[in-house]
């Protein structure tokens, strides 16, 4: 846990404080609390106006989402911040303030947070190790246009290029098919500050005036410890190397999906020193997540989900950050922090040669008896248990297998053997899925477990099985045995 935090995968969440779907659920600090229980070192909050534009709200923008106060959210956070894993933890915010309030959110920050709060006074040249920003909590966020404005960068226009997002506005008596539609057009990372609530341009000031907002701005950009710049000029400029200072860019998952098909070198090359993030396309209102693997295989370290929902996915996304002690943090495979003579770096679309064989033999299962009732799965008769093998990894390791489905038992006893070729094992996860099979209907879903490839030791095993929220079973357990030719 030395190196430099752009060398790890990270536990990252996505609108953490959301209760439910992306459109009307409530804003809370049960998520919050939850995500951080469960080892998630990536927080991310939305912050806004209140109507009046005298106070700071927490949730997510031009939906009907009910708000949580960002103070609640803080003291929350400062609370179960370090009660899973004394690693860092990063809070980016999604900041949609005014400069008078971005002042105030200054002051809360400090006096909530206070001595576990990790500062810089100006860009970091290179992030510092876990270990050394142990018990410290970091911000995340972009630096205030007034404070760049200062240093002598020009405004831009607001509709300079496709990438950016208009300015964001609250809500007020909105359909939902209008919330949808405002959704579909919007780029949840990169928008605007707001203006002031008043309407007023920041002319109308007065001196006294701008210059306490100065003040609280400086304040404010104080407290950014990892500077997040903005997507604007295309992936090829956002992903120009600077070697002053590190930074974090943040993609939506369409953003990935199109820049890896030109640029997965360039992006490997960035996330050596920068921080990647990924996160979920705007249309995923349901609070559903993407394949993880596409931004692991580039290097992004902080791959942003939503946690409050469940699925394959996201169960892939707990396995991996099983490991490594349930930390939070997961050192990313040197193939992708190496740098080979030429200056090459590795090329997710590049062919490479088989490195191991994975032999997994599925002997048997028990445990269902205890943890469901009789008739959870059959009325009549027992279950007829089957079992998923998969493996999630690059697409040239990506297989399905299966076992047979055996009729009328609690105890199934299947003894199959499967071999699995991989080109890059540290990006593989194992996922076991027991299933009844059901002639005619949809098989039910009897319990899971993914597990990271790279930490699996060789032998027989006795691998306990998760429920579709991630929440392990008390008795249902496979055995297993795996070996490595």
């Known amino acids: 846990m030395t190196a430099p935090l752009s060398h790890y995968f990270i536990y990252t969440g996505h609108n953490s404080y959301l209760t439910g779907n992306q459109l009307n659920s409530e804003s809370s600090t049960v998520p919050i609390i939850a995500a951080l229980k469960n080892g998630v070192r990536v927080i991310e909050l939305d912050i806004w106006p209140n109507s009046a534009g005298d106070d ?34 990063v809070v980016t915010l999604e900041d949609h303030l005014t400069s008078e309030l971005q002042a105030k959110a200054a002051e809360m920050i400090t006096q909530t947070l206070k001595d576990v709060l990790f500062t810089s006074l100006e860009c970091l040249e290179e992030f510092p190790s876990p270990e050394a920003l ?52 919007m780029d949840a990372e990169d928008s605007d500050q707001l203006e002031d609530s008043s309407g007023e341009s920041e002319d109308t000031d007065s001196s006294e005036d701008k210059s306490s907002c100065s003040l609280g701005v400086h304040k404010y950009k104080s407290l950014i410890a990892i500077h997040a710049k903005k997507h604007k000029a295309g992936l090829t400029t956002s992903l120009k190397l600077d070697p002053s200072k590190v930074e974090r860019l943040s993609l939506s998952e369409q953003q990935l999906e199109k820049g890896a098909e030109n640029h997965g070198t360039e992006l490997v090359r960035f996330t050596q020193r920068n921080l990647l993030r990924i996160y979920p396309k705007g249309t995923r209102f349901n609070s559903s997540n993407y394949n993880p693997l596409i931004g692991w295989m580039h290097g992004a370290q902080m791959v942003a989900f939503n946690m409050q929902g469940y699925g394959k996915r996201l169960a892939v996304m707990q396995g991996l950050f099983r490991s490594n002690g349930g930390c939070g943090y997961v050192k990313k495979p040197d193939l992708l922090l190496r740098t080979d003579e030429g200056n090459k770096v590795f090329n997710p679309k590049g062919k490479l040669p088989v490195k191991t064989c994975l032999k997994v033999r599925v002997y048997m299962g028990d445990g269902w008896r205890s943890d469901f009732k009789p008739t959870h799965f059959d009325t009549y008769s027992p279950p007829d248990f089957y079992v998923k093998v998969h493996i999630v990894g690059v697409p040239a390791d990506a297989k399905k297998r299966k076992t047979k489905y055996l009729e009328d038992t609690w105890t199934p006893v299947w003894d199959k053997e499967f071999t699995f070729p991989l080109t890059v094992p540290d990006l593989a996860i194992l996922r076991l899925e027991a299933r009844d099979y059901d002639k005619g209907e949809k098989d039910d879903f009897a319990g899971q477990s993914c597990l990271p490839v790279r930490e699996l030791r060789p032998g027989i095993r006795t691998v306990p099985l998760y429920d579709r929220e991630g929440t392990k079973l008390k008795s249902t357990k496979l055995l297993v045995r795996f070996e490595f030719v």
């Open 56 to 89: 700071i709200k927490v949730y997510h923008g031009r939906t009907l989402t009910a708000p949580v106060p960002f103070i609640e959210c803080l003291k929350s956070i400062r609370e179960h911040a370090f009660v899973a894993s004394e690693y860092p933890l």
């Open 134 to 185: 142990k018990g410290k909590i970091l911000l995340s966020t972009k630096p205030p246009k007034e404070y760049l404005y200062s240093k002598g960068f020009d405004e831009e226009k607001k509709d300079s290029c496709e990438n950016e997002t208009p300015c964001e506005e609250v809500i007020d008596d909105k359909t939902e098919k209008q919330v949808i539609e405002d959704k579909n057009d």
